[in-house]
């Protein structure tokens, strides 16, 4: 679909920044710069976390149209009580990125507040058009609270995060 009408302007405080920005984030993104973006580094789930007492299982669970696809599971290595739960979706417009990217904070909220995360590694577009990325999230979150008493936390108190296209 082609657009006849121009793009609107950058707000001109933040269209100042852009061109600092444009080799680490997609700023104008075409499908032409997408596998540059897709090969920036993130830095891997065992190096976000670190030293400090957390655990990472992965599992593997049926998403949308009977494909497997994989989540994983965040809780403190003394993790007993059933706390929060948190669902996270990767951001990355869902054509780039994986489950672990932008992981932090979720780290630092199992920590903080004994919480069990939970993040999905959706299938991305354009190889995978929707509805199949959205579907893969809508699997991952009826996996999450389905199992919130295996996963050992409170499915009343079950939450989503995510930022850019894991916000939406």
Not at 10 to 31: K, Q, R, S, Y
Not at 36 to 43: G, K, T
Not at 54 to 65: K, M
């Amino acid at each position: 679909m082609t657009h006849d009408s121009p793009r609107p302007p950058f707000d001109p405080e933040l269209a100042a920044m852009l061109p600092a920005l444009a080799d680490h984030v997609p700023v104008g993104m075409t499908a032409d710069r997408l596998p540059h973006y897709r090969n920036l580094p993130f830095p891997s789930i065992e190096e976000q976390i670190g030293d400090r007492p957390v655990r990472c299982a992965h599992h593997t669970i049926t998403g949308y149209d009977g494909a497997e696809i994989a989540v994983s599971v965040l809780s403190r290595a003394d993790h007993e009580t059933s706390g929060p739960g948190i669902y996270y979706l990767h951001g990355g417009g869902m054509v780039m990125g994986d489950r672990f990217a932008g992981a932090s904070p979720l780290i630092e909220w199992v920590l903080k507040y004994d919480a069990v995360a939970v993040t999905v590694e959706y299938r991305l577009a354009p190889e995978h058009p929707d509805p199949v990325p959205v579907e893969d999230c809508y699997a991952g979150l009826r996996w999450t609270a389905a199992n919130a008493n295996a996963l050992r936390f409170d499915p009343q108190r079950l939450v989503m995060f995510g930022g850019s296209g894991g916000g939406g």
